[in-house]
């Protein structure tokens, strides 16, 4: 105290308006941006990591689809904001399954009725999570809506069209064929060119047809490493 009061009678401080004073603010402003970034970088590391602890190949899936979609986000000229905002929908798009019980993530078979109305929560729980971080209001909206359908009949809202966030919409597809491409405990993962049939014949129904037509452009040759990871390869899946 006594220095810091010694230190003020001897430096003046510098005047609002001066030249220091805008320098010394620009600084500060610059350092508390930097702060910032580093903290929201670190929150989505450790989200993502929390998704591998609760299931390995969650974790890689999303890093995946972070991947695919800053690619589809960039060649439809998303700003720089959306640009962000799917970055960490589509890394943390599945962050709500850290609320669905391990017996239903980890079934051999397929999800009863019961089980499977469970785990449609988990964008409501990803949302939930979320909304609750300064900054990631609008990822988590993003990740609410990732399971909507094109044509209303998608989850939780039923929105159609232009209603969903084009974020959402890219998270849709990128999620739903990297789920087709990779195996799961109760089935192995379908051909590429069945996956991408399977796109193209939803395409206007469950799919943003603009989307689906942008991710097409480069998916096959995004395949190798998912097809390595399930211990195969792309020419023999195609």
């Not at 129904?205 to 190798?224: I, K, R, Y």
Request: aromatic share 6%; hydrophobic share 40%; charged share 20%.
């Amino acid at each position: 105290m006594l220095v810091a009061a010694m230190s003020n009678d001897h430096i003046p401080a510098p005047m609002e308006g001066s030249s220091s004073f805008a320098a010394r603010e620009s600084l500060r402003v610059k350092q508390l941006e930097a702060q910032t970034s580093a903290l929201r970088s670190s929150v989505i590391c450790a989200f993502n990591q929390l998704l591998d602890l609760k299931d390995l190949n969650t974790g890689v899936h999303s890093t995946r689809l972070a991947e695919w979609g800053m690619r589809v986000g960039q060649e439809l000229g998303l700003e720089e904001a959306e640009l962000q905002n799917l970055e960490v929908a589509a890394l943390l798009h599945d962050i709500g399954k850290v609320g669905i019980p391990d017996s239903i993530l980890r079934k051999p078979e397929r999800l009863d009725p019961e089980e499977y109305a469970l785990m449609k929560k988990h964008s409501e729980y990803g949302w939930a999570v979320l909304r609750m971080l300064p900054g990631f209001e609008r990822a988590a909206l993003d990740i609410l809506h990732h399971h909507e359908s094109f044509d209303g009949k998608g989850y939780p809202a039923g929105l159609t069209g232009a209603e969903i966030p084009v974020v959402s919409r890219i998270v849709c597809v990128i999620d739903a064929f990297d789920a087709m491409v990779s195996s799961r405990p109760y089935r192995k993962g379908l051909p590429y060119q069945e996956a991408v049939r399977r796109l193209t014949e939803a395409s206007g129904t469950q799919f943003d047809p603009v989307v689906v037509q942008s991710f097409l452009s480069f998916a096959e040759s995004e395949m190798s490493p998912v097809f390595a990871a399930a211990g195969t390869s792309v020419s023999s899946a195609l």
